[in-house]
């Protein structure tokens, strides 16, 4: 089995844990960010989303879906706190 896979050195060895490892970082880091988009929209906008939201999101709609659920929330989050009020042009220091 060895002899196959040229894996007869420690020098192979060493270069199959390495590949290993790398495919292992690579997995956890797209498994982890849905965790650091709730994180930072937590952290940005006071809005909390778990994971498993951002994640079926993405797997109906792509990057659209979750921007379209970022938006959404986004706009419930500033309907939340009523009504903006827009200054006159002259308060606001606007020549018309």
């Known amino acids: 089995m060895k002899e196959i ?3 007869s050195s420690p020098a192979g060895w060493s270069l199959l844990g390495t590949a290993a490892l790398l495919l292992a970082l690579l997995v956890i880091s797209f498994r982890s960010r849905s965790y ?3 994180q930072y929209l937590r ?3 006071g809005i909390g989303l778990r994971p498993a939201e951002v994640r079926e999101a993405h797997r109906r709609g792509g990057k659209e879906g979750v921007r379209e ?3 959404d929330l986004i706009i419930r989050e500033d309907l ?3 009504p903006v009020t827009i ?3 002259a308060d606001a220091g606007v020549k018309s």
């Open 5 to 7: 896979l040229g894996l």
């Open 36 to 38: 650091v988009f709730c």
């Open 43 to 45: 952290t940005m906008t």
């Open 69 to 71: 659920l970022f938006l």
């Open 80 to 82: 939340k706190h009523g």
């Open 87 to 89: 200054p006159d042009g």
